[in-house]
């Protein structure tokens, strides 16, 4: 895989398309992976730029989705591990590693590069024989869509630390302030049909947000930074079935149900909806560096 392939993935990230995904996932992993993931590509790529990720670093990806940001770390030849709690994402994730590196003649690395994991077996991505520390733990998914996000967090930072070298950089994501952020009239949906509004409800991000959870991981900040993130979606359809996939939803949808939940969110967007029937939320995204003790 080439540092042009990681582009070309961004291309196709703000074209409204995405790596091709199996067959074999669930309608919510597949629009996760098709249409929600891309989204974030511009600070995936910002921070890897940032931290200069290359060949031979080794990358560890917190909650990593369906492996879209380790695709793109791949692409500047990193050697890269994820984690998340969603099964069916991690099925995703791995064949998508495993069919990009073989469409780009790496049949070879294909075996070797791209070790998904539960969460619940992070120990089985420490170092050992043959495998060196990490060099980068990234945690992507942007905490502050909902309050209390953030607090199963804690519990995979504290087992990712140890797994790299003192000094190591490791990035949070924290969505930015809600008036740079056209999204946040959308996410409040989740609070106002929720079972428990106060803890549903999209809060005022706090600038120190992400620096108090590297507090409490015990990390030392070292740098931060803001990205434009918007969201496009080719129509509102594809942006209801996106947003939905992301979770915040859902205890909006146990409370009442689907039907509704993807009314209000369909009113919500509304106002963002273009002439050409596409959607599109500008948004920001903000990025703490903190490095392991």
């Known amino acids: 895989m080439t540092r042009t392939l990681g582009r070309h993935h961004q291309r196709l990230a703000h074209a409204g398309t995405a790596p091709a995904v199996p067959a074999v996932a669930s309608a919510r992993a597949r629009d996760w992976a098709e249409i929600q993931e891309r989204m974030l590509v511009p600070l995936y790529e910002a921070v890897y730029e940032r931290l200069e990720v290359r060949t031979g670093t080794r990358v560890l990806g917190l909650g990593c989705g369906s492996g879209l940001a380790l695709l793109l770390a791949a692409a500047r030849g990193a050697r890269v591990t994820g984690v998340d709690s969603d099964s069916e994402r991690l099925a995703l994730a791995r064949e998508r590693l495993r069919a990009d590196?073989?469409?780009?003649?790496?049949?070879?690395?294909?075996?070797?590069?791209?070790?998904?994991?539960?969460?619940?077996?992070?120990?089985?991505?420490?170092?050992?024989?043959?495998?060196?520390?990490?060099?980068?733990?990234?945690?992507?998914?942007?905490?502050?869509?909902?309050?209390?996000?953030?607090?199963?967090?804690?519990?995979?930072?504290?087992?990712?630390?140890?797994?790299?070298?003192?000094?190591?950089?490791?990035?949070?994501?924290?969505?930015?302030?809600?008036?740079?952020?056209?999204?946040?009239?959308?996410?409040?949906?989740?609070?106002?049909?929720?079972?428990?509004?106060?803890?549903?409800?999209?809060?005022?991000?706090?600038?120190?947000?992400?620096?108090?959870?590297?507090?409490?991981?015990?990390?030392?900040?070292?740098?931060?930074?803001?990205?434009a993130c918007p969201f496009g979606y080719a129509d509102q359809e594809s942006a209801v079935r996106g947003l939905l996939s992301t979770g915040v939803f859902d205890s909006a949808i146990r409370t009442t149900n689907r039907r509704l939940v993807e009314k209000e969110i369909g009113e919500a967007l509304h106002p963002h909806l273009r002439r050409d029937g596409t959607v599109w939320m500008p948004n920001v995204f903000r990025y703490l560096i903190a490095r392991t003790p």
């Open 101 to 227: 590196l073989e469409r780009d003649g790496r049949a070879d690395r294909a075996a070797g590069t791209g070790t998904l994991l539960p969460v619940d077996r992070m120990a089985d991505a420490a170092p050992g024989p043959g495998r060196s520390p990490y060099d980068l733990i990234t945690a992507f998914q942007p905490i502050g869509s909902v309050a209390g996000d953030a607090k199963g967090l804690g519990p995979s930072l504290d087992e990712a630390i140890p797994l790299a070298r003192r000094g190591t950089p490791v990035v949070l994501a924290g969505w930015g302030p809600p008036e740079r952020c056209a999204t946040d009239g959308v996410l409040r949906v989740a609070g106002r049909l929720s079972d428990r509004p106060p803890k549903g409800v999209r809060r005022p991000g706090h600038r120190d947000d992400l620096e108090e959870v590297a507090a409490r991981a015990g990390l030392k900040p070292d740098g931060s930074g803001r990205v």
